[in-house]
């Protein structure tokens, strides 16, 4: 991310933000947290305290990285409950399927465990059906409890028919997205996505951390109406049609296609619905590096495969590669990988996300995102209005509650104190009006700072 970078203790599960010309005072006033014993220029947020009695959300639990997320979150933090969406597969139920993930090798230190294994509950659904394939009472559940969603489930195969991929990748993102929109309390959402969704960009060029607009000539592609389209033709014109989008956008198959759009779906939803987003964009996924033990490899995808057929002797030349032989693998550790999508989702929960983006014009909700509300005619989501707006409803009940009709004054003590000091809000804003001279407010001021000093 640039002019950001991050460090983290992973004894206290902190992580500290250090952002490029700004101090303690400033980050915070951008939206990071108050400024307290970090050094100066760093916001932090703590990604425990994040997580604590927090309810989360995982699709894809059952590949490799959803997997090393469910294992990070049970062995690192203390989740209240993890809600899975599985599948059934091979005659075996969810249930199944979910106590033999979690008696695998990878969960060794948490399997015994029963306190930490009662965390994970299991409910029915695919990613390709509508909705999730969530039934009405798993959906009303998720809706009143979750507080995070991590949506990791996709279909991987990179030469799959584009219908295949996006009823999985495209409108099963779709789903996730609805399903966060209506969740009732809901902190944080990540979407994983891949480094390689621009690929298409020219050769040796610099891809900043946002989300680049597909265009025919200089009109931007709504991608929506794209994969409508693509979806309701016939499966051999739909393919052929692909194709062409594939040689003109230089996009090397329809998995890196489908994934870019998803990330263009996500864009637009976190504008016009003001989700708390963030999107992981991981390269190559290898084997573990760290915990819960080094060399931990879930699937044989990718450079896991590749790297043992090499070992073995199966690829004997350069040339046995397909890829450019003489390049440096892209690859990165799957526990790394993880580790980010958690710290990402805390980020965006404690605000701090919010912070980076806007001090470093990056981050997928500083680029598209932009584009896409004024597409849907709503503020940008880290605007001055828009920001004014999210928190205009709070301010509002805080503000009757002091008898001042100052809400600006309200809004920045929530900024500072937080939803949780509604007595503080409420007599900074009658304060706030009776120090702008407005003799009727005065008794309300008195009965409001009395309060506050209860």
């Known amino acids: 991310m640039p002019g950001a970078a991050a460090s983290t203790n992973y ?40 997580f604590e009695g927090a309810v989360v959300f995982i699709t894809g639990a059952s590949g490799y990285i959803g997997s090393v997320v469910l294992e990070q979150l049970l062995r690192t933090t203390n989740v209240a409950k993890v809600h899975l969406l599985l599948r059934p597969r091979r005659g ?28 994970v509950q299991v409910v029915g659904g695919d990613i390709s059906l509508p909705g999730l ?32 991929t996006l009823t999985s990748n495209f409108e099963g993102t779709r789903s996730v997205l609805e399903l966060a929109a209506a969740a009732g309390h809901l902190k944080g959402l990540v979407h994983v996505s891949s480094a390689f969704v621009n690929m298409n960009q020219p050769r040796s060029s610099t891809v900043d951390e946002q989300v680049y607009p597909l265009k025919y000539g200089t009109q931007v592609v709504d991608v929506e109406e794209l994969a409508q389209e693509l979806l309701t033709m016939p499966k051999c014109d739909a393919n052929l049609r692909a194709d062409i989008l594939l040689r003109r956008w230089n996009f090397p198959n329809t998995y890196t296609m489908g994934k870019h759009m998803s990330e263009q779906l996500v864009a637009r939803y ?52 397909a890829s450019q032989p003489m390049s440096v693998w892209d690859i990165v550790p799957a526990d790394l990988v993880a580790s980010s999508i958690i710290a990402a989702a ?6 701090v996300a919010a912070s980076i983006s806007r001090a470093t014009r990056s981050g997928s909700i500083s680029g598209l995102a932009a584009e896409a509300a004024v597409v849907l005619g709503q503020p940008h989501p880290f605007s001055p ?15 009757r509650l002091a008898g001042s009709p100052d809400l600006s004054a309200t809004i920045r003590v929530i ?4 939803l949780k000091e509604p007595k503080s809000a409420a007599a900074a804003a009658a304060a706030a009006a009776a120090a702008a001279g407005d003799q009727k407010l005065l008794p309300a001021a008195g009965r409001a700072m009395s309060a506050a000093s209860d």
């Open 11 to 50: 004894a206290t599960g902190t992580v500290a933000l250090r952002f490029a010309g700004m101090n303690p005072l400033a980050a915070w006033q951008r939206g990071g947290h108050p400024p307290n014993d970090c050094p100066p220029g760093c916001s932090s947020y703590s990604i425990k305290q994040e």
């Open 92 to 119: 075996q139920t969810i249930q199944a399927r979910a106590d033999a993930l979690l008696q695998g090798a990878l969960f060794h230190k948490v399997r015994d465990s029963t306190k930490l294994l009662q965390k």
């Open 133 to 164: 394939g969530l039934s009405a009472a798993d959906r009303a559940t998720l809706l009143s409890s979750v507080d995070y969603i991590v949506h990791c489930a996709a279909d991987i195969r990179l030469e799959a028919d584009i219908q295949e």
């Open 270 to 321: 976190q504008a016009k619905q003001q989700l708390p987003v963030a999107i992981v964009r991981p390269s190559l996924v290898s084997a573990i590096a760290g915990e819960p033990y080094p060399g931990y490899v879930g699937n044989w995808a990718g450079p896991i495969g590749a790297g043992a057929a090499m070992a073995i002797g199966m690829f004997d030349c350069l040339a046995s590669v």
């Open 346 to 351: 805390a980020a965006v929960s404690s605000g």
């Open 385 to 399: 209005a828009a920001h004014a707006a999210r928190l205009q409803p709070a301010a509002e009940q805080q503000a």
């Open 415 to 418: 900024e500072v104190h937080g």
